[in-house]
């Protein structure tokens, strides 16, 4: 399957796609991709709140998820084929409140699986490292199938997620797909309310010469993926033939990685970078639940799944793009 970046700018053949929480982290870079490969008519984004910058988002609609009725008025009038479900509170945002994570992942989730059924959409609902739990082994590579006995509340609305949706694909036939993502990283949005986001964090405040209190204990390993990767890997799962692929649910790798070595390689640029560790009880918690790293052998040998990017290039990257945003001197 072909993995270069996009060039075309329009198709008339090619999928509707509909995406809830556009505005997101991923939401926010995978619109851009996806028009430049679809057409930008044919990618609509929709979240709870305003785009930053108006009109920068078109075609863009407000749509709450647990609207079940309005979600499928949307699959309705926009002539949805593709439908990629985002919409979620975060791990340590959902543990600060756990009615609302359950509200807006679990309904959430049970209403995009149903439009998908009613409407005969192909349906791609993103999970997460947040699955597992600490009874989910091995803790390196650990593998697609295992015990899942996460213990935020994220997390079971995940796993929730991909049982429902598997026994839609099982029961109604429906083209549910899922993938669980690392930790993202990314340097056009500095993300808040997950347990990794001290990863973009640390990168903002070294390129402002400011001292960064990372939430998590400095030797906390845990998976990521530099965002190009995630975008490769949410499109190239998305349009896989329904005939390749063996389950419904994908781990993905990127790299393994502790806050300490991020410091380390930060500070090969910003030498005087000041990092203090002060672990958080809840994000602390959460994160020694997670796996180390994930094996990915199926979604290599399913849809073509190969990352980009190892700690290096992604330190050297996120440097790239930040530093003419952040940096208003040379001296950094």
Not at 300 to 322: C, H, S, T, Y
């Amino acid at each position: 399957m072909a993995t270069s970046t996009p060039t075309t700018t329009a198709t008339t053949t090619g999928p509707n796609i509909f995406i809830t929480g556009a505005l997101g982290q991923i939401g926010t870079e995978l619109i851009p991709y996806l028009r430049k490969l679809y057409g930008t008519e044919n990618v609509t984004a929709s979240d709870v709140i305003k785009p930053r910058e108006p009109g920068t988002m078109e075609p863009f609609m407000y749509l709450n998820c647990m609207d079940k009725e309005s979600l499928n008025a949307a699959m309705v009038n926009k002539r949805v084929t593709w439908l990629i479900h985002n919409a979620a509170l975060l791990s340590a945002s959902g543990e600060a409140n756990p009615q609302k994570c359950m509200d807006v992942n679990i309904v959430g989730a049970m209403n995009a699986l149903e439009a998908a059924r009613v409407h005969g959409v192909r349906i791609l609902a993103p999970s997460s490292i947040a699955a597992f739990g600490p009874d989910s082994l091995p803790k390196d590579l650990t593998p697609d199938v295992c015990v899942l006995r996460p213990t935020s509340i994220y997390g079971i609305s995940k796993v929730y997620l991909e049982m429902l949706g598997s026994y839609y694909f099982r029961k109604f036939g429906v083209d549910f797909r899922s993938l669980r993502y690392p930790g993202i990283i990314s340097w056009a949005v500095c993300p808040s309310g997950g347990t990794t986001d001290y990863a973009t964090e640390m990168f903002y405040f070294a390129l402002q010469n400011k001292p960064y209190v990372c939430p998590l204990q400095e030797d906390t390993p845990l998976p990521f993926m530099y965002m190009d990767d995630c975008i490769l890997a949410t499109h190239n799962l998305l349009a896989a033939p329904r005939e390749r692929l063996t389950q419904c649910v994908y781990n993905v790798n990127g790299f393994c990685m502790t806050p300490k070595q991020l410091e380390v390689e930060i500070k090969k640029e910003i030498p005087d970078f000041k990092v203090t560790y002060s672990p958080c009880p809840i994000r602390q918690k959460i994160a020694e639940s997670w796996p180390h790293s994930l094996d990915d052998t199926n979604a290599q040998r399913d849809w073509d799944w190969r990352p980009k990017f190892g700690i290096k290039e992604m330190v050297a990257v996120m440097f790239a793009n930040l530093r003419p945003i952040l940096c208003k001197t040379g001296s950094s």
